[in-house]
């Protein structure tokens, strides 16, 4: 992606081998000192957005990852389908398998004197031995490179206590006394001073199996966190019916181009974004926006790719292709959220940064603390190892980007995006929501909802009269009449010597009578039905007078009519402590009964276009912090003034543009669901940290105490890490309230 105005381009790079967060800071730290250049490396989803300028090639940057010990490589355009278990989860499974099978006993003998047979340290060492080197060789790969480029670690943190415990072991076996046939240790949660008669081969297993464990279920974990996006790209078609010469040639979607018309039928989804051409079918769009409810399209409706055709055949003329299409740029900008960090991830980087250093000093002072109180050898070293175990940062670094990717994804399965992790922060500040009115409260479009027929007139008569003389008016209220009358008598007859008077209204021939639909002013009405037509203006209603021959016929209201959920979407925003305010550029009137008809106190009315930056000024001026829900071109300034946007997806690309949320439904409801979502995923996030940082808080002192086994530490630190994936997995259950 180019930014022109800037001459800077954007990658997304994927890298391999990186195991902890301290990997990620190290590669982002690498790429950050070439000119110009911008990264995020992000460990949950293993890749690196970077922004660099026009002209440094993107081989630079690989090759700049490549340096520091990591591999790298850039996006291809026919990437194939991530396998449902990746080769490093495969890899890891075998290990953890061969660990347990051969470690468990050494785990076992070690732990229950009664069943240590004569030679039983031996079989356990030569059993520890090929747990150590072949299973747990990806830590000792991992500490050497980082080791050769001056750089530490949590896998340095794991090798060196896993090697200082089994050469100890082993010097133990061979000069210690300890390979003695007949004899026999007993074990203890908490270190013991003792001889150098005694091994710790199962501290040298014990870690290296929990850790592997750990490591496997959390990238199976991550699997599952990231599921949601892989879901959103797996919904395009893989081919389409192309019509060319009157025939149907069945070709890969890549093929499609602008313009071309393409057959659906039933149970099939829709390739591409486009223009139904032929046809009339229920369409169901729940995979890309969320909507439960099947959708009814005719010829001239646009339909989204990655939907799906509920009913009959239909012809769509395509509009969109590739990257161009809405599937497309939901997954980018999912992606993009999740690549992303949010200010409390850059905190944490900030503490794991300096994290691995400040803990092989802790280790060296317990180490040089217990020789010089006069402790045994054997008992500093191991409390040494335990403080290398246990304060691994792993938990710390998968904090933030797991709930971050959890979050994000099951935001674009509800159909609320998010573009950076950044937006979640603003929505834990707003105070005050402000909404736009057409299109947003409102459907945006004209509707009849009130027909006041005159003394002895049918509702029918007056309906089929006004219909059948607007139909050749090209107003928009005119075609909410038509389309009110329409519904409701169904074929209208046809007029003659039709005219419109601009500012008037207009007038035909119907069956010999000359009938007049226009302003209320324009005509000579009795005085019920004035008092009627101002009782309707009142309540914000357009109301046009229906006469024929100079009688009157009677009232219609039009109004641009409330969404049904708004109501219901406003009582949610108060109930998540917000202040909602209506903004709009129609009257007072019109703009107070849509206030009080969705329940909301404050109205700016009377708006221009230009003034509604004006108007999100001056409340934040005031104070506020302030959220701004609009849908329309003349939203798009005031979306990005506001401290937060939300731009509606049904509504014009330049707000959707200028949003800091999409919401793809033009549910209002939605909007609640959005900031419910960014505020939960925000909870977990902070609740994550905490107890990332409380593992390794209360644990370091315990183990410097010599108060922690190391094989414990091992598996208090495998299941730190766990904890903080599987609590970031519950957002997967989040749900909506927009149905």
């Not at 000119?35 to 957005?49: L, M, P, R, W």
């Not at 039983?120 to 980082?146: D, E, I, K």
């Not at 904090?399 to 971050?404: H, V, Y």
């Amino acid at each position: 992606m180019t930014t022109a105005e800037t001459g800077t381009s954007r990658v997304e790079l994927a890298i391999t081998g990186m195991t902890c967060a301290s990997c990620a800071n190290r590669i982002e730290r690498k790429l950050n000192k070439l000119d110009g250049v911008t990264a995020s490396v992000n460990y949950a989803t293993e890749k690196a957005s970077v922004e660099y300028p026009d002209g440094t090639d993107v081989a630079d940057l690989v090759s700049t990852v490549e340096a520091a010990g990591y591999g790298a490589q850039a996006p291809q355009q026919d990437r194939a389908p991530e396998p449902e278990e990746d080769d490093h989860a495969g890899d890891l499974r075998l290990r953890v398998r061969l660990a347990a099978l051969l470690g468990v006993p050494v785990i076992v003998l070690s732990m229950v004197p009664a069943w240590q047979f004569p030679a039983w340290q031996w079989l356990s060492f030569a059993l520890a031995t090929t747990v150590v080197w072949v299973c747990g060789w990806p830590f000792h790969r991992a500490a050497a490179v980082n080791l050769r480029h001056g750089a530490s670690t949590m896998d340095t943190l794991v090798s060196m206590g896993v090697t200082v415990s089994y050469l100890w072991s082993a010097y133990a076996l061979v000069l210690g006394g300890a390979g003695e046939l007949g004899m026999t240790h007993g074990f203890s949660l908490v270190p013991r001073p003792s001889s150098t008669g005694d091994v710790y081969l199962e501290v040298a297993v014990g870690v290296t199996l929990f850790l592997l464990l750990g490591r496997w279920l959390e990238a199976r974990s991550k699997r599952r966190a990231g599921a949601a996006l892989r879901a959103l790209l797996a919904l395009g078609a893989k081919d389409v019916a192309v019509l060319r010469d009157g025939r149907e040639v069945r070709v890969p979607v890549s093929e499609l181009r602008v313009g071309d018309r393409f057959a659906v039928r039933p149970g099939e989804r829709i390739a591409t974004d486009g223009v139904v051409a032929e046809g009339a079918s229920a369409v169901d769009r729940s995979m890309v926006t969320g909507e439960s409810a099947p959708e009814e399209v005719g010829v001239g409706d646009r339909v989204v790719g990655g939907s799906v055709n509920a009913g009959g055949l239909l012809v769509v003329e395509a509009t969109g292709v590739g990257e161009d299409t809405q599937l497309a740029r939901m997954a980018a900008l999912v992606e993009q959220a999740q690549s992303g960090k949010a200010e409390v991830q850059r905190l944490a980087d900030r503490v794991s940064a300096v994290f691995v250093p400040v803990v092989l000093g802790i280790a060296l002072v317990t180490l040089v603390g217990w020789l010089l109180s006069g402790a045994p050898v054997q008992f500093a070293m191991t409390a040494t190892v335990a403080v290398l175990v246990i304060a691994c940062p792993c938990a710390l670094g998968l904090a933030t980007p797991t709930a971050l990717l959890v979050g994000t994804g099951r935001g674009a399965q509800l159909g609320i995006l998010v573009k950076g992790p950044e937006v979640l922060e603003s929505t834990r500040r707003v105070d005050t929501v402000v909404l736009d009115k057409t299109g947003t409260v409102t459907t945006g479009r004209p509707e009849l909802v009130d027909v006041v027929p005159a003394p002895g007139v049918e509702r029918a008569e007056l309906l089929r009269v006004a219909g059948a003389a607007e139909h050749g008016s090209e107003h928009p209220i005119a075609a909410a009449v038509v389309r009110g009358a329409g519904a409701e008598v169904g074929e209208l007859p046809p007029v003659t010597g039709f005219a419109n008077e601009v500012g008037v209204g207009v007038s035909a021939v119907l069956e010999g009578r000359r009938v007049e639909v226009g302003r209320l002013t324009s005509a000579r009405l009795p005085e019920e039905l004035v008092a009627a037509g101002r009782e309707l203006e009142g309540r914000g209603r357009t109301v046009v007078a229906v006469t024929a021959n100079g009688l009157p016929l009677g009232l219609l209201g039009v109004t641009d009519a409330v969404k049904p959920t708004s109501a219901e979407a406003v009582r949610g925003l108060r109930d998540l402590g917000l202040r909602p305010v209506l903004l709009t550029g129609d009257n007072e009137v019109v703009a107070r009964a849509v206030a009080a008809e969705v329940g909301v106190d404050e109205v700016i009315a009377g708006v221009l276009p230009s003034g509604k930056v004006d108007a999100v000024r001056r409340l934040q001026e005031q104070g506020r912090v302030v959220a701004m829900i609009g849908d329309g071109v003349n939203d798009a300034p005031a979306l990005a003034a506001a401290d937060l946007g939300l731009a509606m997806g049904t509504g014009a690309d330049a707000a959707i543009e200028a949003g800091d949320l999409t919401l793809v439904r033009g549910d209002l409801r939605v909007a609640v669901d959005a900031i419910r979502l960014s505020r939960r995923t925000l909870r977990t996030i902070k609740g994550n940290l905490f107890w990332a940082f409380a593992y390794n808080v209360a644990g370091l002192p315990i183990a410097a105490l010599g108060l922690l086994n190391p094989m414990l530490a091992g598996a208090v630190m495998a299941f730190s890490s766990l904890f903080v994936v599987s609590n970031s997995l519950r957002l997967r259950g989040f749900r909506s309230t927009a149905g």
